[in-house]
């Protein structure tokens, strides 16, 4: 079993609808918790980060934890073609951040 | 803006040149960077960790002679592929912790460096 598991997609939804992206993970330990946003040939851009369980949110962008499900989400609201990138989610354990696998999203106009 | 730049951002080299790609933190010291390597439609994997001041902590199964990193300040941080082969050929990419020091902090990344060996 992977420490982190993410659906790679890909996701193709139209514009205006609402996303959900989800992770699993299977070590209770990881601490900080973080969603990467990463365009084609681009490094990965940090979207959003949160330590504790609970929803944290920035503009059209929500994050959930659920440390007792060890399950984190990250929805997209009122979603825009320039939204079409690969997600990833992101924990750190100690010294190490663990990447799942990303999902590829593409919001169609 | 970016705070983590990385150069140069697409390099083509002849198999067995070297190549040194460069990764500095803006704005911010980073006595500690990460260099990472990712294949097409792969997630990121982890090659060493930088330590400014210090040697470099490599990840298992990864060849320090091959892949030699310096960080010789602390905004500064340089990979070079040495004796590059076509199968190093890859998308690499440097980060430093927002923090600056901490290994806990969500990661600051760079545009990455796509290298192909011909």
């Known amino acids: 079993q992977k420490e982190v598991e993410q659906d790679p997609g890909p996701l193709s939804v139209p514009e205006g609808a609402i996303v959900s992206l989800n992770c699993t993970y299977s070590?209770?330990?990881?601490?900080?918790f973080m969603w990467y946003r990463q365009y084609s040939r681009k490094g990965p851009e940090l979207l959003m980060y949160t330590y504790s369980s609970g929803n944290k949110e920035d503009g059209r962008f929500t994050a959930q934890v659920d440390k007792s499900s060890k399950y984190i989400s990250l929805f997209i609201r009122d979603s825009q073609p320039s939204d079409s990138a690969t997600y990833l989610c992101a924990m750190i354990l100690t010294d190490k951040l663990i990447f799942g696998t990303g999902t590829r999203l593409q919001v169609f106009p | 803006g970016a705070v983590v730049s990385q150069h140069p951002s697409r390099v083509i080299c002849k198999s067995g040149t070297s190549v040194k790609i460069e990764c500095r933190s803006l704005d911010f010291q980073a006595t500690t960077m990460f260099w990472y390597r990712q294949f097409p439609k792969k997630s990121l994997m982890l090659m060493a960790t930088s330590n400014e001041g210090s040697k470099a902590t490599y990840e298992q199964g990864v060849e320090k002679d091959k892949f030699l990193i310096n960080h010789a300040s602390l905004t500064l941080s340089t990979l070079t592929v040495t004796s590059a082969h076509p199968e190093d050929s890859s998308f690499y990419i440097c980060?430093?912790?927002?923090?600056?020091?901490?290994?806990?902090?969500?990661?600051?990344f760079g545009n990455g460096t796509r290298l192909t060996v011909t």
């Open positions: 980060s430093a912790p927002i923090g600056g020091s901490s290994y806990n902090s969500p990661l600051h």
């Open positions: 070590n209770s330990a990881f601490q900080y």
